[in-house]
């Protein structure tokens, strides 16, 4: 994947001081951050080659965004289990198409072909995909051709996925898993290979070394005031990994979902694509379906399609919503096919078997990340990175449905295994003696917070222009250097400061590219997309 490198936000290199003579440490052949999908592949991966493993997760074992995933993991399957009009060049062509030129070639046909061997690797450990009499039971999602798409209870995959590996982690005697840890940032030794990071862990500071380090950290849409995002993902790897000097790529292609539950005082649920996959169409406030103005495949069209024709016609109607209407799939069937949407819109008096369901866009999933090739390495010796924290060039410009479930199992495996082969007691590793002064006293992080994602949400979002990109940037700027500054004693500040790099990131990126492409939809577009990816790397402060 070629790419234009240029400096990034110029951010301080640590967020805070350490010196690792006065602080305990664990130590393990192979660190890794992140208790998703990616991360449980890498780890699970790294302790089959033989290696001692150290997890690291910043809250409970379960809660990641890979749990959170509804409609499922696309891949073509062996011959006698896919789809009779399926094969892999076709699962290629629709990922292509849907990334919008700017995929990488090699990367898409490398990850998608390891589709079979990987749900081979999820049954094996447990993983229990939906079946019917025919077999595997396979659904269609928007920019797919074929039925291709594994599910589990309906509309559980990844929690079914994060349980079935969950598990076979704490069954694992070489992986040792530490809980509630929150990692600050990673350590390089005196060659600058990653060694481990420093983590928090219930207020006090401790050192996780390793030969080499994976990073599964999952994504950062909390930058965003409407996500469907839970709380955990707030870009603390990516911003980790950009201050260590790791190179970052496509940071302005966040995947806007097109269909989250939007009712106020109620979170943002997914909606997910395959209820329309399954026959469910949208509607504006007038009752008319509106898709086919905007794509031959009308709900089945790509997500960023989508999504930018639902704030359309929200523009036209002057209605804050638009509609997702299921009803005629009856029932039964939605109740067997979406337990967890009956279930949660039920809780609201929304009976979708005879109501439409209020649906806007959020913020879901981001396309770029650190860059790495398709075993998850990095541009830092012994620094690896898998699922959505990585940028592998699968997604392009816009994620095609389902594939990053995909990508986090076959790059975890890759990743975890190549640490494992380069794993190893860590060597002399350097401390930090530069000891932060102080940041500004008696914030108010919420506030901050809150001015930050609605300033993302505002100027960064669904729709973009210059003037507004160059307000966000403006901003962020201000907070980091000023308000976000110096050394916070909770983990609420360095999760603010995370979040304040990879807006500024964010941002940076969507000013840089002028021509609208994929989720990036520029209102002042130039009108040529061009095919060029731009890599950042942290400015010195």
């Known amino acids: 994947m070629h790419m234009d490198t240029r400096p990034g936000p110029s951010v301080a290199r640590y967020l805070l001081g350490f010196d690792l003579r006065r602080r305990p440490c ?33 809250a409970d074992l379960p809660e990641s965004n890979s749990s959170y995933a509804q409609g499922g993991i696309a891949a073509v399957l062996e011959p006698a289990r896919r789809s009779d009009d399926d094969d892999l060049d076709t699962h290629i062509e629709d990922t292509l198409k849907a990334g919008g030129g700017l995929c990488d070639d090699d990367a898409v046909r490398d ?57 076979a982690v704490l069954a694992d005697q070489r992986i040792t898993v530490v809980e509630n840890a929150f990692a600050l940032d990673l350590i390089t030794d005196d060659n600058g290979a990653a060694r481990g990071v420093v983590y928090n862990r219930r207020g006090e500071f401790y050192g996780a070394l390793g030969g080499s380090t994976v990073l599964a950290t999952g994504g950062c849409g909390q930058i965003y005031r409407e996500t469907t995002n839970p709380q955990v993902a707030t870009g603390d790897g990516l911003a980790m990994a950009y201050r260590a000097g790791a190179s970052v790529a496509d940071m302005e292609f966040m995947q806007f979902h097109p269909t989250t539950l939007y009712i106020a005082g109620a979170a943002r649920l997914l909606i997910t694509e395959a209820m329309r996959g399954e026959g469910a169409v949208l509607v504006n406030h007038a009752g008319e379906r509106f898709m086919h103005r905007y794509h031959d495949s009308a709900e089945l069209a790509p997500r960023d399609v989508v999504s930018q024709a639902i704030v359309r016609e929200i523009e036209r109607s002057g209605f804050p919503h638009v509609w997702l209407d299921a009803t005629a799939l009856g029932d039964t069937f939605l109740r067997e096919r979406f337990p967890t949407i009956h279930k949660a819109c039920s809780a609201l008096n929304i009976d979708i078997s005879k109501d439409w369901i209020p649906v806007h866009p959020s913020a879901h999933y981001h396309c770029g990340g650190v860059v790495t090739d398709t ?41 975890g295994a190549a640490a494992a082969e380069n794993g190893g007691f860590p060597g002399r590793v350097r401390s930090c003696a530069e000891y932060l002064r102080e940041a500004p006293q008696h914030l108010d992080l919420t506030d901050l917070l809150r001015s930050l994602r609605a300033t993302m949400w505002r100027d960064v979002g669904i729709q973009r222009n210059g003037k507004g990109i160059s307000t966000a940037l403006r901003s962020i700027r201000f907070w980091l250097d000023h308000q976000a ?24 990126a969507a000013s840089d590219r002028s021509a609208s492409v994929g989720t990036h939809l520029r209102e ?17 402060s």
């Open 26 to 58: 664990l130590e393990a052949d192979v660190v890794v951050v992140g208790s998703g999908v990616a991360g449980f592949a890498a780890a699970l991966a790294a302790a089959e080659s033989g290696s001692e493993v150290l997890l690291l997760t910043k």
């Open 111 to 167: 990850i998608l072909a390891a589709g079979a061997e990987a749900i081979g690797f999820l049954e094996r450990h447990g993983a229990a995909f939906d079946r019917s009499e025919q077999g595997v039971s396979l659904t269609r999602e928007g920019g797919h051709s074929s039925r291709r798409i594994l599910h589990a209870f309906g509309d559980a995959t990844g929690r079914e996925l994060t349980r079935a590996l969950g598990a």
């Open 375 to 415: 075993y998850g390495r990095s541009s830092i010796s012994q620094l690896f990175a898998c699922g959505e924290v990585g940028c592998t060039g699968l997604h392009g410009a816009n994620r095609l449905a389902s594939n990053s479930l995909l990508e986090a199992v076959v790059v975890g495996l890759r990743a």
């Open 485 to 508: 500054d110096g050394f916070f004693r909770e983990v609420q500040g360095w999760r603010l400061q995370n979040m304040l790099t990879v807006g500024a990131l964010v941002a940076q």
């Open 524 to 540: 002042d577009s130039t009108g040529t997309t061009g095919t060029e990816h731009r890599a950042y790397v942290r400015e010195e």
